[in-house]
């Protein structure tokens, strides 16, 4: 028989109703005019949310009493609170320093001796985790395998081996061009054994892309397969090398995994099949010690401007920080079935899918397609199917469920959740209680985790057994990670004042560089604020000290002089029952110096139509003040994105401004979505 989840679950919060939003009308127009040196903030949530007590009880943190304890020893005592934290790790030889700071460039547990691939597999197959499943892999047509600890161990060990085989040695690159199959983290853990650094370069990526991050980061070898299953359709991940490869002198050899069959060119002498390969090595090759600043892998950013940048990471500080984030925020333990949707190209793949789990010694599930493949339920289907207990995933996808309707959650049994989490983007209270409720049957606790590329792991997050959660709130810093709001000017801003987010502390996950680049990296983060980390977004804190993440400091909007965070403006048209996503920019206007453009995706079943521009013009009027009531509405039926879900601001302010882009659209996910809007098409 099945039942939906949110009838099996009664909701635990004893103070927060999910109808009753005591969301204000904020003060924006009230509140002293800031000056350049901050951000107005406009929305206020004060809806709070108490850890459900069951989750508390058995959690590893159980009070906001102990974390704040965590918290001072952290910063009382470094050096006990980082051994502890990195000894339950295996080093092959301990570290004689925790730190090396000489601004803006850390080294972590130095002089320390540890591999990657040993603390994730070889450290539990020594122990009963050697038949547990470490890695279930599900495939977009429907296809299912397990590995466990002891299989993976040996496959990795095999993988290992092929590349070294083909010439690859400690300190080499080594380019993974792969979808989401268990060999892409076969290969990322072989490359990690035998210290190759890896870079994985998305899969939806392009042929040009993928060279310029070969090229960029030296890569010598490049593991892909024919074609990856999505939506239904095959993308040729081969073809894509293929034509990359003429400009990648770099490269000598292509190791090609069949995953779908599809004829593909191979290139005698430079072309190997993984099966092929896989089948004349040994099954044994030792991880290698490698020193704790040792290369873990290279990940390209986007930025705003200019070239990707090479984030470049290492491997005792990312190690440690993966595990011990995984640890606390996921509160994980033995029998959970854990399930993070993200690709490995992203960051996210790398820290939360295949690292923090395995080094925990959980199961991690992988999913190779899309989440509306074959029906919108797919996610659901899984989670039932599979019994997962905890779900991380991105605010774009929970909007694109809230936009596909509740009927779909509804359809499945959910009761295995016991914690949700997002990552990505600042997550709407709307979308968060949708979530807490629909998915979660009201009784999960939600971690909105909020870190980046370049800070390698988690950085400011619920601990779900101790922290009371806001919607749209990422609460408070982990133990060891000093965080604030600060003005231009470098001091810290007030209570819900709005200013700049800004890391005070190296952590151990920081990146170390941006490769083959210092200046740009010091210059990217460290010049606005000397020795502290500038990460480029705004945010406020709170009276409780909670931190709000009002969105990248470039997409900030200027009104009648106020500098509004766009995240809060879209946070209230997605407020309205009618909207499922909205993203909101501004244009030079002759009267105003700026006018407020907000592009609005309605739900499914809803029609456009100029009362309903008027009703949201209205309704942002009510929720924030007449200050951010947007000055035009522009229905749409998508909106254009990074291929990791982040709206691309950036695209919408040209469209905005000029009716026309000329800027770089290669990360763009939906290229016709962005015609569409520059034609002035409206659905
Ligand atoms: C945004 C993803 C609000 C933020 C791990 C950050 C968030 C950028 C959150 C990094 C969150 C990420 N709340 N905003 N929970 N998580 N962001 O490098 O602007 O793809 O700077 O790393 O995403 O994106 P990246």
Known sequence: MKKTQASQKQSSSKQ?????????????????APDEQSITSVLHESRLFPPPEQFSSVARVKSLREYKKLRKRAEEDPEGFW??????????????KLLQWKAPFAKWFVGGKTNMSYNCLDRHVEGWRKTKAAIIWEGEPGEQRTLTYGQLHHEVQKFANVLLSLGVRSGDTVGIYMGMVPESAIAMLACTRIGAAHNVVFGGFSAEALRDRMNDSNAKLIVTQDAAWRRGTEVKLKDAVDRAMPECPMVKHVVVLRRTGTPVAMHPGRDHWWDQMMESVSGRCAAVPLDSEHPLYFLYTSGSTGKPKGIFHTLGGSMVWNHYTTRMVFDVRDDDIYWCTADIGWVTGHSYVIYGPLLNGITTLMY??????????????IIERHRVSIFYTAPTAIRAFMRWGEGHPRKHDLGSLRLLGTVGEPINPEAWIWYQQTIGGGNCPIVDTWWQTETGGIMIAPLPGATPTKPGSATLPLPGIMADVVRKDGTSCKPDEGGFLVVKHPWPAMLRTIFGDDERYRKTYWSNYKGWYFTGDGAR??????????????????????RLGTAEIESSLVSHHDVAESAVVARPDELKGNALVAFVTLKSDKTPSDQLKETLRNHVGKEIGHI???D?????DALPKTRSGKIMRRLLREIAST???????????DFSALERLRDGEEE
């Open 16 to 32: 927060a109703s999910p109808k009753k939003s005591s969301r204000k009308a904020a003060a924006a127009t009230a509140a002293a």
């Open 83 to 96: 051994s502890d934290v990195a000894n339950e790790l295996h080093w092959h030889k301990p570290w004689r």
């Open 368 to 381: 190779e397609g899309a989440p509306n493949w074959p029906e919108p339920d797919r996610f659901w289907d």
């Open 541 to 562: 804190r709170d009276r409780d000290g909670y931190f709000w993440i009002m969105g990248r400091v470039d997409d900030v909007v200027n009104v009648a002089g106020h």
């Open 628 to 630: 951010a009531k947007p």
């Open 632 to 636: 035009e509405i522009r229905f749409t």
């Open 659 to 669: 009716g026309t882009i000329s800027g770089d659209v290669t990360t763009l996910e």
